[in-house]
């Protein structure tokens, strides 16, 4: 059973939905109360009824890969002419979307290089308790973030033609909040280094954090932040245009 998701809504009835017995004493800043709403620490308040709206609800840990590290995983790109077109690409790119039939945010990851892609790499952000299905209702807002510092070289020499692609070129800007799509695979973040020199290696270069949240009534989760992050990573994408795997700049 859950509680409802509109109306009015009172703490004897959170109380009960938690486990209490109707009509004996209770709290809002009760641990049982508190932990049926993603356990809200003690020290969150004030906190709106509202926010107990089809509660039970949580959301899980930020998801990682192989080692315990956090998602996207961010190796070295390197990218190469391996078709022989003249033509050295490497890129990264990441997009996130909300598969509200699963409860879940998806995380997809591709690496290219040499115009040759990897597999695209999946990992969820899941969470429990529909009320959080922004598709079935308007309580709660998905919200997906990246801050990135990165520098982009040139090494190409004036004959031939380099270029960069960075998540700004797709309308995605450094350090905004942007709803998580539900059809497409948005926001999408991505860097790629083009060129036709073979000889010398261009390179995008820097790091890149990630953030998501839900927000419920205005409060931003989880908690205490308010987000969740894939903390500070490295990023390094370089390409020229030879036949033969290129070695980091």
């Known amino acids: 059973m859950t509680l409802q998701t509109s109306g009015s809504i009172s703490l004897n009835e959170i109380h009960t939905e938690a486990g209490g017995t109707s009509g004996t004493q209770a709290s809002i800043n009760d641990s049982d109360i508190r932990g049926i709403a993603n356990n809200i620490p003690s020290s969150h308040s004030p906190m709106p009824f509202s926010f107990w709206y089809g509660a039970p609800f949580s959301l899980s840990s930020y998801p990682t890969g192989a080692g315990g590290v956090k998602e996207p995983t961010l190796p070295n790109v390197s990218g190469y002419d391996r078709n022989g077109d003249g033509i050295g690409e490497a890129t990264f790119e ?143 994408v370089y390409a020229n245009a030879g036949s033969v795997p290129v070695i980091e700049p």
């Open 94 to 236: 990441f997009g996130i979307k909300h598969d509200t039939a699963n409860n879940r945010i998806e995380f997809r990851q591709k690496k290219v290089t040499g115009l040759n892609a990897t597999s695209f790499e999946y990992d969820y952000y899941t969470y429990t308790g529909n009320v959080l299905d922004n598709v079935n209702n308007s309580l709660a807002d998905w919200e997906f973030r990246a801050v990135w510092s990165v520098t982009e070289t040139d090494a190409s020499s004036s004959s031939y033609t380099t270029t960069f692609t960075t998540p700004d070129d797709n309308g995605f800007s450094s350090g905004t909040w942007y709803n998580i799509s539900t059809t497409t695979y948005s926001p999408y973040y991505e860097w790629t280094v083009s060129t036709t020199d073979p000889l010398n290696t261009s390179e995008i270069e820097g790091t890149v954090t990630f953030y998501i949240r839900c927000t419920k009534s205005g409060i931003a989760m989880p908690f205490a932040n308010g987000y969740d992050d894939s903390g500070l990573k490295s990023l390094d």
